[in-house]
């Protein structure tokens, strides 16, 4: 079992940046992929980003198109924490950010089903 506790989340002007922080407890952090899901009022939770493990110092990264040169997602296995930093934001990215995670492999899953845990979500609105 492993918890996560999202952080970071407000209201900010269009243009303006952010980052979230989603901290987990419980078991070995190092040994998840994490992923970060959003989802707007009245819509479908979507696939937002993703980051592997690090193995032998090697790890990967992938981002829905719509925030890809926007969005940047890190970890830090000392901290157990994946981050997602977020810049020039958009209205269109408004909504409760959540992060997941889903144990062993290298894996990038895009799908809510793939991942085994989530958070509680955080709520980013930009304003225009």
């Known amino acids: 079992q492993v918890q996560l506790v999202e952080s970071g989340g407000g209201l900010v002007q269009v243009g303006g940046s952010l980052r979230l922080s989603c901290v987990a407890s419980g078991r070995t952090f190092s040994n998840y992929n994490m992923g970060w899901f959003r989802q707007a009022p009245g819509k479908e939770r979507e696939f937002v980003a993703a980051?592997?493990?690090?193995?032998?110092?090697?790890?990967?990264?992938d981002y829905t198109d719509s925030v890809r040169g926007r969005f940047t997602i890190s970890r830090d296995n000392a901290k157990n924490t994946v981050y997602l930093q977020m810049n020039s934001l958009r209205p269109e990215d408004t909504g409760v950010y959540y992060c997941a995670a889903v144990q062993g492999g290298l894996k990038l899953p895009r799908t809510l089903r793939e991942y085994g845990y989530w958070g509680q979500g955080t709520q980013v609105t930009v304003s225009s």
């Open positions: 980051i592997t493990r690090i193995v032998s110092s090697t790890y990967y990264a």
